[in-house]
């Protein structure tokens, strides 16, 4: 499968704990988001990159949340001190940087906390 | 602020019935929309975008500046249809960010 790929697909965590999330986009793909969707909820941004800068996060983004790109290639979604609110699909995406900006899903990764 | 809204969460039709998905937008610069669709457990993809001026899958989308509006319409709706539409807008920005509707769940009833 050549498309956005992302890991775990499934997390159940207790409260308070820490998790990371993995998305490795398509390659040669330079644009990164981060989006987060709730039960009967359009996915929500939380955050872009652009290569391995960081251009935007979202207010929806707290301190607890963070997100990296090192090398341009894959990123990685932090989230500390877990809470009960964080539970959600987190769901990467990644876009082409010349012509339209369709962006392309991985398939989630689902987050519990208990 | 940008956003855009679909006011049907959910929208039953017969099989062979016409569709429409309603989505309007809110931004004063100059959008670029798109529908995306999320079939049972797949991942969310792209269905159309204005700028292509396409018919797929039977179904199109017209962009009213005017009334900031962004209908999907399909004359004949079919059982593989169902499923859950997004509309989305594209700000006209550096990075071209992506903001999504609430979505919309379509049955198509046999």
């Known amino acids: 499968d050549t498309g956005v790929s992302q890991d775990p697909r499934h997390k159940i965590t207790k409260r308070g704990q820490n998790v990371t999330f993995r998305c490795d986009p398509i390659?040669?793909?330079?644009?990164l988001y981060w989006y987060r969707q709730t039960l009967g909820q359009g996915p929500e941004f939380l955050t872009y990159?652009?290569?391995?800068?960081?251009?935007?996060k979202s207010r929806l983004l707290s301190d607890r949340f963070s997100a990296e790109r090192p090398k341009g290639s894959f990123s990685t979604l932090e989230i500390q001190r877990t809470e009960q609110g964080d539970s959600a699909m987190y769901l990467c995406?990644?876009?082409?940087?010349?012509?339209?900006?369709?962006?392309?899903f991985g398939q989630g990764t689902r987050l519990t906390v208990v | 602020a940008q956003r855009v809204t679909q006011p049907e969460k959910l929208l039953s039709v017969f099989k062979g019935a016409p569709v429409e998905l309603k989505c309007n937008y809110s931004?004063?610069?100059?959008?670029?929309l798109f529908w995306y669709v999320q079939y049972s457990r797949q991942r969310l993809q792209l269905l159309l975008r204005?700028?292509s001026r396409e018919s797929i899958k039977g179904f199109t989308a017209d962009l009213n500046k005017g009334e900031t509006s962004f209908h999907l319409k399909k004359p004949f709706a079919q059982e593989e249809d169902s499923a859950m539409y997004y509309c989305?807008?594209?700000?006209?920005?550096?990075?071209?960010?992506?903001?999504f509707g609430p979505g919309t769940s379509l049955s198509v009833i046999p």
């Open positions: 995406a990644s876009s082409p940087k010349t012509g339209s900006t369709e962006a392309f």
């Open positions: 390659s040669e793909h330079n644009r």
């Open positions: 990159f652009q290569n391995e800068a960081q251009l935007e």
């Open positions: 931004y004063s610069g100059s959008p670029e």
């Open positions: 204005h700028i």
């Open positions: 989305a807008l594209s700000l006209s920005t550096s990075y071209d960010k992506v903001i």
